[in-house]
């Protein structure tokens, strides 16, 4: 069974950063690429910032230059740290594990979300 577990949420000040990481265990094989997705109150899901097993990284323009995600396969890790941090950041920070290749995906799945909360 694929579980993706997040963590390093939590509260920071406008400015600040944290480091969130997410560790995936279970029939995980083949990674096409893992992610992390966002969602505010009221908003619907977006991407934050995804990464192919290949090495292709995709950014939301909205955290280009202040976010940077990077993967650890050795233990199936992937991390969003988080720098000038700003109060439109606040959301469900979730993790999202993409399985297959580019050609034939198999699935996605999805973690339990990571709160990040910003204060001004």
């Known amino acids: 069974q694929l579980q993706l577990v997040e963590s390093g949420g939590g509260l920071v000040q406008a400015g600040g950063s944290l480091r969130l990481s997410c560790v995936a265990s279970?029939?995980?094989?083949?990674?096409?690429?893992m992610g992390w997705y966002r969602q505010a109150p009221g908003k619907q899901r977006e991407l934050v910032a995804t990464?192919?097993?290949?090495?292709?990284?995709n950014y939301a323009d909205s955290v280009n230059g202040r976010f940077t995600i990077s993967r650890d396969n050795t233990k199936n890790t992937v991390y969003l740290q988080m720098n000038s941090l700003k109060p439109e950041d606040p959301a469900v920070y979730y993790c999202?594990?993409?399985?297959?290749?580019?050609?034939?995906?198999?699935?996605?799945?999805w973690g339990r979300g990571t709160q990040v909360t910003v204060s001004s």
């Open positions: 279970g029939t995980i094989f083949p990674i096409y690429a």
């Open positions: 999202k594990l993409e399985r297959g290749t580019r050609t034939f995906p198999i699935g996605y799945y």
């Open positions: 990464e192919t097993t290949s090495g292709n990284t």
